[in-house]
């Protein structure tokens, strides 16, 4: 097929991703990739850019080795330019197809596991607006943004969000050569945070291993659950409650994956967790490969941290009806 039929069906697979809601809609983007795989490929035709690729280098080479004038120079610097232009169009063609496979595999993993890709945010406005209710959201010196967000529901209902967030870190690094001359080197880090924003008023006001608007602090009789999880709350009794032994063990077994919790006092919280709750932190296979990325998208793996912060969600709210009907 030629390289304007693999155009229209990237396209038209990027259109299907960005319309599907559950996992209803993947077998209709099966059966399109099925349809395409029977006579095209997923691989761009560049005969030309592969040509001008080679002939740019070559003569980069040749001009450069046998000119010594400017002009030389100048015509040498221009075919290394075309070089490169050619390098870049040739491997941009390439991870275009692998941009479409990967993204379509992660909005199925995602469908799989009951999330849905939310594409109406502004990653920089919403960033501003946590930045003002929880700490994590403080980090870095400049490009903070959220840049993706997915909506789920536990078990029992409860409707939370699942956010990446980006930040980077900037250094300076001064270094002196030999003369004693200095220059200073501007560093750029970029990072990743990973967790889940939802309303819990079921849970008693505190925050476990993080800075605290909460002064009060609280241990349980355990040495192990205090190891791992530090407790500020707004009202120890209320908090003693909620964390009867039979819940402290629960934490305990169950609830490792959570780095720390944020909560502010209207009870809308913020939960970290590492990078396997994310749907793109899995490997998805190549488009090229049929079978095998066929297979991926008809059974996603279960994306077992995720469920366990479901859990610790249903768990820490059917608490609250406890103790409810203990009143």
């Given at each position: ?93 390439k991870k275009q ?35 003002r209710q929880f ?15 997915y909506d789920g ?175």
């Amino acid at each position: 097929m030629s390289n304007e039929a693999l155009k229209t069906h990237l396209a038209k697979l990027e259109d299907l991703r960005v319309s599907a809601k559950s996992r209803d809609d993947i077998p209709s983007i099966v059966e399109e990739i099925k349809e395409y795989s029977k006579s095209g490929s997923y691989t761009f035709q560049q005969p030309f850019v592969i040509y001008l690729l080679f002939i740019s280098f070559f003569l980069t080479l040749i001009i450069y080795a046998n000119s010594s004038s400017d002009e030389g120079l100048m015509l040498a610097g221009a075919s290394f330019i075309v070089f490169i232009g050619s390098v870049f169009a040739f491997f941009s063609k390439k991870k275009q197809v692998k941009n479409v496979g990967r993204n379509l595999g992660h909005t199925a993993l995602a469908l799989a596991n009951n999330l849905v890709p939310n594409e109406a945010f502004n990653g920089r406005e919403l960033w501003k607006d946590l930045k003002r209710q929880f700490r994590v959201f403080r980090a870095g010196d400049e490009s903070q943004e959220i840049t993706a967000l997915y909506d789920g529901k536990t078990e029992d209902g409860a409707f939370f969000q699942l956010f990446e967030f980006k930040y980077v870190d900037v250094t300076e690094e001064e270094d002196e050569d030999s003369d004693g001359n200095k220059t200073t080197t501007k560093k750029e880090t970029t990072h990743y945070e990973y967790g889940v924003l939802i309303h819990m008023p079921s849970l008693p006001l505190m925050t476990i291993n993080t800075r605290s608007q909460f002064k009060e602090k609280w241990d349980s009789a355990s040495k192990e659950f205090n190891k791992k999880f530090k407790i500020r709350c707004s009202n120890p009794v209320e908090t003693a409650k909620f964390f009867n032994p039979a819940c402290v063990l629960k934490f305990e077994e169950s609830f490792k994956n959570i780095r720390y919790l944020d909560m502010t006092p209207s009870a809308y919280v913020c939960i970290s967790a590492k990078k396997d709750i994310f749907p793109k932190s899995f490997g998805v296979p190549h488009i090229k490969k049929s079978d095998e990325y066929i297979s991926y998208l008809s059974a996603p793996p279960k994306i077992e941290a995720l469920r366990a912060l479901r859990d610790f969600i249903d768990y820490s709210n059917s608490r609250n009806t406890i103790k409810k009907e203990a009143v």
